[in-house]
């Protein structure tokens, strides 16, 4: 069976900037697939050249096999869209909203009144429903811009951070709104810069900055490239050169990313260990204001793919 | 077809959830339509007193006695003395000149100058000189029949022309009050075109001007707030092609338009039916000539505003320059004043706006009368534009991100 999704070299310029740079992925079925990346990353062109927004520059998109050059409209038929920004009719209630957009996709009478109804109550904007959205707070927006995409029901719902600028209680309701749909065989892409969310909801993720995928798999194999163990991380006064040759001396410890005054080093399990490594760094003579241990998580991937923080 | 629909009915139901809308829609033309009937009432100058200014150089009694007789032949003199003209503008001006009095009792040559300034309107100018040759005339007849002695030669000779006693003053008087035994109507005959006016001339301007404020203001503001929203971006990820989505958006415009259009064919022919205020209207018995008319006006007026709407990149400027547009195309095309009595390069200009051409065939209908001869070449014109503004709007609307 055809992936869900598969987008193969696909690159977006605009001028002399390469917002996407010949990214290829395919998404399967039942799949939640993750897009990593901070602001600028390329997040939202990849969605826009996805769903028929964007022409891409070069590259294919196609969706159950059938490509969105080739044939829109049965590819936009199968695809639901959370734009990253609320795009809703803000004059309108909950449920007008709804009624409009499952009509623009052919629901009609009954079916589409018992689908909206369904929709709200799953969204939990049932109370507030008939009352204008502009009355809504940023959070129930966020529900409805997401129940819009919903509405018809679509094999595949392309979701643009659709969890920015909530508060952490709005952003759960959220999350768990896309496992459930999930459960009930649907696929998702979702695009976040929040590393909890990517850890915790994706089966697979890309990590993506300047228009490139730096890193594909899931959380577990991300983390891996890493390698097993722990991580350490030391803040002092220190060369980078320094550290990275006292490091070289200790068997087992592999630097990960290190700068100025700062460095982040992996001690792989079965080797000689945290205490040994650390012994092995003060008697090269250098020493720490502070020193952290930790298990890898997606960020430190990050940091070391890009050298920078996710977040800004 | 149905798509499209779906579009535009959801587009009209957006409009009217903008109360403002549904107060310029429904009252406020209404209002304008009423109030400009009423001060525009009266219709032509066959009715109506004409403006004059008269410079009385003469000062005098038989001044003042041919002064009346203006009056009387339905003139609205406005008086002034010779050093008052010099620095008061005037539209037409009679001279009365010095020693007028002294002269007409003399039995000798008098001249009065009549003069008009370019910008004055043409219709108005012919009545005027019609009525001042009548009044010139019943004042003559009314000196014949006052018979007042010629002053003998010697005292001519002399300089001395005896004033009128008071006795005498009030015969002549009494003879210019009365009614002119024999009047002349003016009026242009045959293919001439009389210019619209009163309530003829305001009701069909403001249906023209409020189909294209309303849906011009409304719906620039509507499709700028859409584009900016991201709605229109949304709708474009659906399985709506930007061409179904475009002409979602027409169908929409166009409608309101053609809704407002009724609206105030309505409001027209009921103020004209109740009298109220003393207006006198009707759309006349080729009415349907209209509603067909309406609909490429409408159309014309929705490409025009998907125009706008591609244009505008905020709402604020889609309130305030739309209603400039408005505007404009009102005052160009004849919605306010006939364009007969616009300059004429001013009135080629018109030509170029689409409200001109629906004024045109409104005139046609209403003031002549006409059917289907007085809409046709208006309505081609009118789709014309509605092909050119939607071609160029489809371009310039950024349906996609
Ligand atoms: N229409 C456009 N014209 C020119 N440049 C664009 C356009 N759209 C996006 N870009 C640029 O492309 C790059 C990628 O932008 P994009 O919106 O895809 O990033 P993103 O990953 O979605 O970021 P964010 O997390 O801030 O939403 C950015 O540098 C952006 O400025
Ligand atoms: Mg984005």
């Given at each position: ?303 070391k793919l890009t050298g920078r923080e996710l977040r800004d | 077809m149905r798509r499209i629909l779906h579009l535009a009915l959801h587009d009209s139901r957006l409009f009217l959830t903008a109360r403002e809308n549904f107060f310029f829609m429904f ?375």
């Open positions: 069976m055809a992936p869900v999704l598969e987008v193969r070299a696909l690159r977006k310029v605009f001028g002399d900037l390469t917002a996407v740079d010949g990214i290829s992925f395919t998404v399967n079925e039942g799949e939640i697939y993750g897009f990593l990346g901070p602001n600028g990353a390329g997040k939202t062109t990849s969605i826009s050249m996805i769903c028929g927004l964007l022409d891409p520059t070069e590259g294919e998109v196609l969706v159950q096999g059938i490509g969105i050059r080739e044939n829109p409209r049965e590819v936009k038929r199968r695809l639901g869209v959370v734009p990253q920004e609320v795009a809703v009719y803000e004059e309108l209630s909950a449920r007008q909203n709804l009624d409009f957009w499952g009509g623009i996709f052919g629901l009609r009478g009954g079916i589409l009144k018992k689908r909206v109804a369904e929709l709200l109550e799953q969204v939990g904007l049932e109370d507030r429903a008939d009352e204008p959205v502009k009355n809504f707070s940023g959070g129930m927006k966020r529900r409805l811009n997401l129940a819009m995409g919903l509405v018809h029901d679509p094999q595949l719902i392309l979701l643009d951070e659709p969890t920015v600028g909530i508060d952490p209680q709005a952003r759960h309701k959220i999350l768990d709104i896309v496992k459930e749909v999930v459960a009930q065989g649907r696929t998702v892409l979702y695009t976040t810069h929040y590393l909890e969310e990517a850890e915790d909801l994706c089966d697979r993720l890309a990590v993506i900055d300047h228009g490139r995928i730096l890193a594909e798999g899931t959380v577990d194999g991300l983390k891996a490239q890493l390698g097993e163990g722990s991580l350490l991380t030391v803040q002092g006064q220190f060369t980078a050169a320094s550290l990275t040759a006292a490091a070289a001396r200790v068997e087992g410890l592999q630097p990960v990313e290190i700068a100025d005054g700062r460095g982040m080093l992996m001690v792989g399990n079965g080797g000689p260990g945290v205490s040994h490594s650390l012994e092995g760094l003060f008697s090269a003579g250098l020493t720490f204001d502070d020193i952290n241990i930790k298990e890898p998580n997606l960020e430190d991937l990050f940091l | 009252i406020m033309p209404v209002l304008f339509m009423l109030f400009f009937s009423v001060v525009l009432r009266g219709g032509g100058p066959a009715d109506v007193r004409i403006s004059l200014q008269v410079v009385d150089g003469d000062g005098g009694f038989l001044g003042e006695a041919f002064i009346a007789q203006l009056e009387t032949g339905k003139f609205d003199v406005q008086r002034l003395t010779p050093a008052q003209a010099d620095t008061t503008g005037y539209i037409r001006r009679l001279v009365i000149p010095e020693g007028f009095g002294a002269d007409v009792l003399a039995r000798r040559k008098t001249e009065l100058a009549f003069t008009k300034k370019s910008d004055s309107s043409v219709e108005y100018d012919a009545a005027a000189e019609v009525r001042l040759r009548q009044v010139q005339a019943s004042f003559l007849g009314a000196l014949i029949l006052w018979n007042r002695a010629a002053p003998d030669s010697a005292a001519l000779a002399a300089g001395i022309v005896p004033e009128p006693d008071e006795q005498e003053k009030a015969a002549l008087l009494a003879l210019i009050a009365e009614p002119p035994t024999v009047t002349v109507e003016q009026s242009f005959a045959g293919q001439g075109r009389p210019v619209p006016s009163g309530a003829g001339q305001s009701v069909p301007g403001m249906l023209a001007m409020f189909v294209v404020m309303i849906v011009a203001i409304g719906g620039s503001e509507t499709l700028t707030r859409e584009k900016l929203s991201g709605t229109l971006a949304r709708l474009a990820t659906t399985t709506f092609s930007r061409g179904e989505i475009i002409a979602g958006k027409l169908l929409h415009l166009g409608m309101v338009g053609f809704v407002q259009a009724l609206v105030l064919m309505a409001a027209g022919q009921a103020i004209g039916a109740i009298g109220l205020f003393g207006i006198d209207f009707t759309w006349g018995p080729r009415f349907w000539a209209i509603i067909l008319l309406i609909i490429p006006y409408s159309f014309s007026v929705a490409g025009l505003t998907l125009l706008l709407g591609g244009l505008f990149r905020t709402t604020q400027q889609a309130e305030s320059l739309a209603w400039l547009v408005g505007m404009v195309f009102a005052a160009m095309g004849g919605c306010w004043w006939p364009a007969e009595i616009m300059p004429t390069a001013a009135r080629i200009a018109g030509a170029f706006f689409p409200t001109y051409w629906a004024m045109d065939a409104l005139h046609g209908v209403v003031t002549f009368g006409r059917g289907l001869g007085a809409i046709a070449l208006p309505s081609v014109i009118l789709v014309l534009y509605g092909v050119i503004f939607s071609w160029l709007g489809s371009r310039t609307m950024k349906v996609k991100g």
